[in-house]
């Protein structure tokens, strides 16, 4: 006998049962659509009244109000999911209206033909050779009007914000190590905005004195992170090598070539070689091969161009259950492509964070400005960071 032929007594038929969901589905179709063009109405009279879209004590109250009309916890629980979600796309309508009246919250970025990079002083951490200044170098292509060494993060912030340059260029990301969070938090302390990101790939190479060969080798210097990338290398290649740390690869590089000891080395990304007069004695020694960093460039400047491709945005919420996903449904909502999303403790606020996220897109389009004003609005604080 066929399963699907089963039919016991008092079991309703399967088409018939579905013949009345049709009926109920078209009967809602018919009252949302009603009650869409109601809500309508209201964006026209906050509009006029300059009112803010969201009104969470409305919307609470009519969900406890909803919850009432049952006592069946299942119910009660799938009638504030459902009127949640009807009064969120209630909401996006309205944001829709509001900017086509024009009366979108001014997010205080400027649209500019182009960045003026040929006339730009750029600062970067660290010493020449520093993976920093490769990855100035290769954004900076076309070539700058300076590009200087800072002794800190901070420092690069400091000189973009008080107009000693106009760029800084901050790692942020490293495809083995994970998020730079100390450049996060520089982000949202200066209010920097992002003009472009550079990845860069992060290959240690085993620098030496001209003339040395590997097997002279006793003594490597370099960075306690870039030993630690070629820990397996050292250990199972060169047992006989003694590591030493120093603040920094190209500082390493530095001592070798002031030493001129032939016994030592450093680890070091292989632009030192050229930068201090040494050689290339092993190439790509770091144990995980294709290790890339992600550096952003920043600027004190609100600006960006038409062909700008990403939007950077940050934005913290309030400790409640849904409070992320009801943010999201506005990427989704309008169509738009989620490429990151972090989080940082708030400060200051215990278990609070703030949320960074990188979405395709220019605040040139509709569904942009749209997902945006939707944010603004609901969401405790959002920040753009900029579009590139
Ligand atoms: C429609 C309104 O705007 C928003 C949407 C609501 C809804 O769809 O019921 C309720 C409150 C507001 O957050 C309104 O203010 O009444």
Not at 61 to 87: N, P, S, Y
Not at 290 to 302: A, L, M, Q
């Amino acid at each position: 006998m066929r399963i699907d032929r089963i039919r016991m007594d008092g079991m309703k038929d399967l088409a018939e049962s579905r013949r009345r969901i049709d009926e109920i589905d078209a009967r809602i179709a018919e009252l949302y659509e009603e009650r869409l063009a109601i809500s309508g109405d209201v964006a026209e009279y906050k509009i006029a009244n300059h009112r803010p879209v969201l009104d969470k004590r409305r919307e609470e109250e009519k969900l406890t109000r909803l919850e009432a009309m049952t006592d069946d916890a299942f119910l009660r629980q799938g009638v504030r999911e459902l009127f949640e979600q009807i009064m969120s796309v209630s909401r996006k309508k309205q944001y829709r209206l509001l900017a086509e009246h024009g009366m979108s919250e001014d997010l205080g970025f400027y649209e500019i033909e182009d960045y003026d990079f040929p006339s730009a002083r750029v600062v970067y951490q660290g010493v020449r050779g520093a993976y920093s200044q490769a990855a100035c170098k290769a954004f900076f292509r076309e070539g700058c009007a300076s590009m200087e060494p800072v002794e800190t993060w901070r420092d690069a912030m400091e000189a973009i914000s008080n107009g000693e340059a106009d760029y800084a260029v901050l790692p942020v990301e490293n495809s083995t190590a994970g998020i730079v969070t100390e450049n996060y938090d520089l982000m949202m302390e200066y209010q920097a905005v992002i003009v472009g990101e550079q990845i860069i790939r992060i290959d240690h190479a085993l620098l030496g004195l001209p003339g040395a060969k590997i097997s002279d080798i006793r003594r490597v210097y370099s960075h306690p992170q870039a030993l630690a990338q070629c820990e397996g290398y050292l250990r199972n290649i060169h047992p006989d090598f003694e590591a030493y740390s120093l603040k920094n690869t190209a500082m390493a590089a530095k001592k070798v070539m002031e030493d001129k000891d032939p016994s030592q080395a450093a680890i070091a990304g292989s632009i030192n070689a050229q930068i201090y007069g040494l050689v290339v004695l092993d190439q790509a020694i770091q144990d995980i091969k294709g290790n890339e960093t992600r550096f952003i460039v920043v600027s004190p400047k609100r600006e960006y161009t038409s062909g700008a491709k990403n939007v950077s945005i940050a934005f913290s919420l309030p400790n409640e259950s849904g409070s992320l996903y009801r943010v999201l449904s506005h990427f989704i909502f309008n169509g738009l492509s989620m490429t990151r999303i972090e989080s940082r403790p708030l400060r200051g606020k215990k278990w609070e964070y703030t949320f960074f996220i990188d979405f395709e897109g220019n605040l040139r389009e509709e569904a942009v400005m749209n997902c945006l004003q939707g944010l603004k609005e609901e969401t405790e604080e959002m920040f753009i960071l900029g579009t590139f």
